[in-house]
């Protein structure tokens, strides 16, 4: 069970690139994980490549052995960032790899299964048919498209769905993202016109939704303290499951929470057990999320568990293919303090062509596969038929 090859796929997936980890082993078995490189990271793939030369030879069984190795080559660089996701990456096919050979789902190196079905909220509802229309149609222009795709989510069975800025003056609604350079507007300031069209735009997916499905909102890095306060402020009479906000400053979180009426979630762009602690230590949120695909699922379930000391629950961050989405389900499987998982469902229409299999979904709920592994391998012939952009997620948002 020694390491014979390691390499990196990609594939083209509409505003952005799918990539691949695959392990092959001395007697033929294959690891695949998913990674990404959209959100900000460019460069995790030449981590992958270099930092994975030195499992050539090595034992697939030895994850931890890989971590730990590969953590003290990178120390001077410090935690997290692109070399925290290439080992992630890299611990999740070995991890593949080793549950195939094992014969059992990846779940079961996680410590077991501890549910059959995980609830999720269907994300970037209405989000993607705004932003990206020509790959998830159909294109959402305005209040009325909002409330048809709250009534969607509803028919089709799903209890929640998450949202995020946008603005409805003045011609077809637009995304307001500032923190990602979409309008380029390094103030973050929140006026009010913000305020009113977001109100709007909730107002519409509720009237949609109907009272029953659970509504949760993205704030990403849009704003500061201030404003993140003046719009927590603004919608406390509306039933929000959650409000997730992004921040360097554990401090400026906690504040934040201490002053909001409405549940918290943040931490989806943390790596690592000392990136997290502080956020913990300051109780700066109701709601952990975990991204498996950047930690790695072993790691992950070392924050979980760091979580459920501070008497928080946690939340797989999972907007990426099919593959990640399964990473991500094995330890929402496992995880004893799991609060809701994340999937997108609207999908491209190719994504069919890259996976062997497709998440299976029951009223509202991920159900959990005992295949081996992930229960899910990407599908090499199709994904070279699909070649990558040269640019791809935040990198190719147009200037304003």
């Known amino acids: 069970m020694k390491v014979a090859e390691i390499k990196t796929l990609r594939c083209d997936a509409g505003w952005r690139n799918y990539r691949f980890v695959k392990i092959t082993t001395d ?24 930092l994975g030369q030195r499992l050539i030879g090595q034992d697939i069984r030895n994850h931890e052995r890989f ?32 549950a195939k050979t094992l014969g059992v789902p990846c779940y079961e190196l996680l410590g077991g299964k501890i549910r059959d079905r995980v609830r999720v909220y269907w994300s970037h509802a209405p989000s993607w048919r705004i932003n990206h ?19 969607e989510v509803r028919a089709r069975g799903f209890t929640a769905c998450k949202t995020n800025i946008f603005i409805h003056d003045d011609g077809p609604v637009r995304a307001w993202r500032p923190g990602f350079g ?9 006026d009010r016109a913000v305020i009113r069209n977001l109100k709007s735009h909730l107002q519409a997916l509720r009237d949609g939704a109907g009272p029953d499905v659970d509504i949760l909102l993205d704030l990403n890095f849009n704003a500061k303290t201030e404003g993140y306060l003046k719009i927590l402020r603004a919608l406390e009479d509306m039933d ?29 762009t943390l790596i690592g057990l000392r990136q997290f602690l502080p956020y913990f230590q300051e109780q700066a949120m109701d709601v952990a999320i975990v991204d498996v695909p950047w930690n790695g699922a072993w790691q992950s379930m070392k924050i979980a568990a760091l979580a459920e000391a501070h008497e928080v629950n946690v939340a797989p961050h999972n907007f990426y293919g099919h593959l ?23 999908r491209l229409a190719w994504d069919k062509e890259l996976f062997s299999h497709e998440p299976e979904f029951e009223n509202g709920h991920l159900v959990i596969p005992d295949r081996p592994g992930w229960g899910i391998d990407p599908v090499e012939e199709a994904i070279l038929k699909h070649p990558p952009k040269v640019t791809g997620g935040l990198l190719q948002y147009k200037r304003s």
């Open 27 to 50: 007697d033929g078995v294959v690891g695949w994980s998913e990674f990404d490189e959209g959100f900000g990271s460019p460069g995790v793939t030449s981590v992958i490549e270099q």
């Open 67 to 98: 971590f730990a190795e590969a953590s003290a080559l990178t120390r001077p660089a410090a935690a997290g960032g692109i070399i925290g996701q290439g080992i992630g990456a890299i611990e999740n096919a070995l991890l593949d790899a080793k």
């Open 133 to 151: 229309p020509q790959f998830f149609p159909p294109a959402i222009t305005d209040l009325e498209g909002v409330k048809n795709i709250g009534a």
């Open 182 to 190: 979409v309008p380029f507007y390094p103030e973050l300031n929140v």
């Open 240 to 268: 929000m499951f959650w409000v997730e906000i992004d921040t360097h400053s554990p401090k400026a979180l906690g504040y934040i929470r201490q002053h909001s009426r409405l549940p918290i979630s943040s931490c989806e």
């Open 324 to 346: 990640c989405t399964m990473m991500n389900a094995h330890f929402a499987a496992a995880v004893p303090n799991l609060r809701i998982m994340e999937v997108d469902i609207d």
